[in-house]
């Protein structure tokens, strides 16, 4: 499942350095996460590192999107080159 980020973001940009994925960018009035890119940090770490950083707590689970862990990962693998 993909992450979003709500209309409680306050644009602290603390989120999108943290993505390992590039999957936050600016929007035109608060930061984005693109689903195709957003695999929860699933490859690279434990937990959302946006999640993690986040001060307003703004960031959960896109019901839009939802993945298991193993989409996830083949998502991961196929990002970073490795499928």
Known sequence: MALIITDDCINCDVCEPECPNSA???GEEIYEIDPNLCTECVG???KPQCQMVCPVDCIPKDPDNV?????LMGKYLIITGNA
């Open 44 to 46: 690279h770490y434990d």
């Open 24 to 26: 936050i960018s600016p």
């Open 67 to 71: 993945e298991t862990r193993d989409e």
